[in-house]
């Protein structure tokens, strides 16, 4: 009986046209920044290629921004403007929108800035570096787009 709840329940999250719209969004976001570190010569191979793909944070366009921003477009038309959970997504929109621009691209910043300081230290031979993994954040534009990608479609899968 219990296996049968979790297949129902599987089942009823990917028949929801609200998380179809929220997978859509974010794979379109990782399909373009794909696309565009193959151009531009950032991808050497199918293991890096499926990272881009799947997995990747930072570049153009925000998937997070995205998919968040496809999320709040999709309750505001199934749900209303006046909606707390339409206010609950608003607010992680936000929260999404201010890691994306502000504390990620921070830390990702300072990562760059320690590897630079551990390089130079070890050129020196002071001490043994092993870089830290810099992970960066969005620039707006990277975030404002994938806002407006999110919102049209959401606003698709909405209307639909």
Request: charge should be positive; aromatic fraction near 12%; include cysteine.
């Amino acid at each position: 009986m219990m296996i049968y709840m979790v297949k129902l329940g599987i089942i009823e999250l990917f028949s929801n046209p609200v998380f179809q719209a929220c997978i859509f969004s974010w794979f379109c976001a990782q399909f373009l920044k794909t696309i565009i570190n193959l151009f531009s010569g950032k991808i050497h191979g199918l293991k890096t290629l499926f990272e881009f793909l799947v997995w990747r944070t930072g570049g153009f366009p925000s998937s997070h921004t995205a998919l968040v921003t496809t999320l709040t477009t999709c309750v505001a038309f199934r749900s209303g403007l006046s909606s707390d959970v339409f206010m609950l997504s608003v607010c992680f929109l936000m929260v999404t929108i201010r890691d994306a621009l502000g504390v990620r691209r921070a830390s990702g910043l300072q990562a760059k800035k320690l590897n630079e300081l551990g390089s130079e230290l070890q050129e020196k031979e002071i001490i043994d570096y092993r870089p830290i993994k810099e992970i960066m954040g969005h620039r707006p534009m990277e975030v404002v787009f994938g806002a407006i990608l999110g919102f049209f479609i959401g606003l698709g899968f909405a209307v639909l």
